[in-house]
């Protein structure tokens, strides 16, 4: 959090012992009560070392303030806190860490859960309808366990296709006989998201795509297979 109500916080927890080989408990960016603050819930373990990280949108100045509570109080969250989908439809999933057993309480009409409940490190599957328009659909779906704050997933869907690994990008270069544009980046940092959603759709560049290329979009905090290609194809 922090005592400036307009500094845009993000806090991380951690694990690990070393940069390279530190493990993501939880983020935040905004709580889901709104505002520029951010909150964090986990289940710390006895003797564990947890490595807490802060900074602010863009870098920034200002001051933050760190506080934490112990106590039973339920909480729930995504792995992700945001979703890309493909044109087409599709089903997509995401794993849901919790205290308590989560309840799916409302959705976009165009996501359909195909469970409304679940236990801790359960998944929860969603039918994307295809998008069909000219513009990026932006939608959520929203859960809460126990006396949790409710959690929200944000899904983005895309005006084009794209892949999500190596295999299937060569795969399909090679069926389509069309070149491979890698998007790679963070969906934090929301480098990415810019890319997908702002700059490849704009009316100069979505021609290109549609006539050339196969989009290989892959995150850095799941996937690593496409480190050795970032300097592009």
Not at 17 to 23: C, R
Not at 92 to 106: E, F, G, H
Not at 170 to 178: D, K, L, M, V
Request: proline letters at 3%; glycine letters at 8%; one cysteine or more.
């Amino acid at each position: 959090g922090s005592p400036d109500a307009e500094l845009d916080t993000q806090i991380a927890i951690y694990t690990g012992h070393s940069l390279g080989e530190l493990t993501r408990v939880a983020a935040n960016d905004d709580t889901p009560a709104g505002g520029y603050s951010s909150r964090v819930s986990f289940r710390a373990t006895a003797g564990v070392e947890y490595k807490i990280a802060m900074d602010t949108y863009e870098g920034v100045g200002g001051e933050i303030a760190l506080k934490w509570e112990n106590g039973r109080v339920d909480y729930v969250e995504f792995t992700d806190e945001i979703m890309f989908a493909p044109a087409s439809s599709s089903e997509m999933s995401v794993v849901v860490t919790s205290s308590a057993d989560w309840r799916v309480v409302s959705c976009s009409d165009w996501i359909s859960p195909k469970t409304m409940s679940g236990s801790d490190g359960g998944s929860l599957s969603l039918d994307i309808a295809a998008n069909h328009s000219d513009f990026v659909r932006e939608g959520v779906v929203v859960i809460q366990a126990g006396n949790s704050d409710s959690c929200t997933l944000e899904v983005k869907q895309s005006v084009f296709d794209f892949v999500l690994t190596k295999k299937d990008a060569e795969q399909s270069a090679h069926r389509e006989n069309r070149r491979i544009l890698l998007v790679q980046g963070r969906e934090v940092c929301g480098n990415t998201s810019a890319m997908m959603f702002s700059v490849l759709p704009s009316p100069s560049v979505k021609p290109l795509i549609d006539a050339d290329y196969i989009i290989w979009y892959s995150n850095c905090d799941r996937y690593t297979d496409a480190y050795q290609y970032a300097s592009g194809f």
